[in-house]
């Protein structure tokens, strides 16, 4: 089975920040990698899928990058609504989701 | 409008089955996989299993010898079942339609391991 290992696990920035989390998975993985947020109470967002598509209706300060085993969520300007956790998922082979990383405003 | 809604009971005492039920509308269960995820309160994400929309199924090893994922296409509903429940099995369920950009989830359903 893969593993994904995300870090950090928890996160304080401020408003305008640039935040980045990383996700590492032990095999390769391709493009296969997608990033979640959930608020509290909520059911999971897809912010990100296959790497670096931005899905609908999600705004631009949100990017992903990498490829095969290392990844990386990044925000390039922290807003006061993005307080939430943040999830990898890898779909490459089988299915695991990354840990978590909760992200604090300062 | 693509829907899902979790059911099933609250509270599942230790030892026992657990069984929810995903009803689906908007979309066919032969057209599109659904899947199960489960959250536990204040931990991470866990990836269950999942129902093909040909009707094959997959599930988490760690979680295979007790898991069973099953479907009736004519009600538009998937199941769940899972054997030998223990506290740390409590949890937010939630059913999902596929996973990704054609992704649609359920609001999820409690359920309380405890005797």
């Known amino acids: 089975d893969i593993q994904m290992t995300q870090s950090p696990s928890f996160l304080s920035a401020s408003v305008g920040d640039r935040v980045t989390i990383n996700c590492k998975a032990s095999q390769n993985i391709n493009k296969y990698l997608d990033w979640y947020q959930q608020k509290l109470g909520e059911a999971p967002k897809l912010l990100i899928y296959n790497t670096n598509s931005l899905h609908t209706a999600i705004p631009s300060r949100f990017s992903g990058s990498g490829s095969g085993t290392d990844f990386t969520l990044t925000i390039s300007s922290l807003q006061p609504e993005d307080v939430a956790t943040y999830f990898c998922f890898q779909h490459n082979s089988g299915f695991t989701f990354g840990s978590g990383t909760k992200l604090e405003i300062k | 409008q693509v829907q899902l809604k979790e059911s099933g009971p609250g509270l599942v005492q230790p030892s026992q089955t657990l069984s929810l039920t995903c009803t689906v509308s908007g979309f066919s269960l032969m057209d599109y996989s659904v899947h199960w995820v489960r959250q536990p309160p204040g931990k991470g994400l866990e990836w269950m299993g999942r129902?093909?929309?040909?009707?094959?199924?997959y599930y988490n090893s760690a979680l295979k010898s007790r898991l069973s994922i099953s479907r009736d296409t004519s009600k538009s509903q998937v199941f769940l079942k899972m054997n030998s429940l223990q506290t740390e099995d409590t949890a937010i369920y939630y059913c999902?339609?596929?996973?990704?950009?054609?992704?649609?989830w359920g609001q999820g359903v409690m359920v309380t391991v405890s005797s």
């Open positions: 999902t339609r596929s996973l990704g950009a054609r992704g649609y």
């Open positions: 129902m093909k929309y040909d009707g094959d199924t």
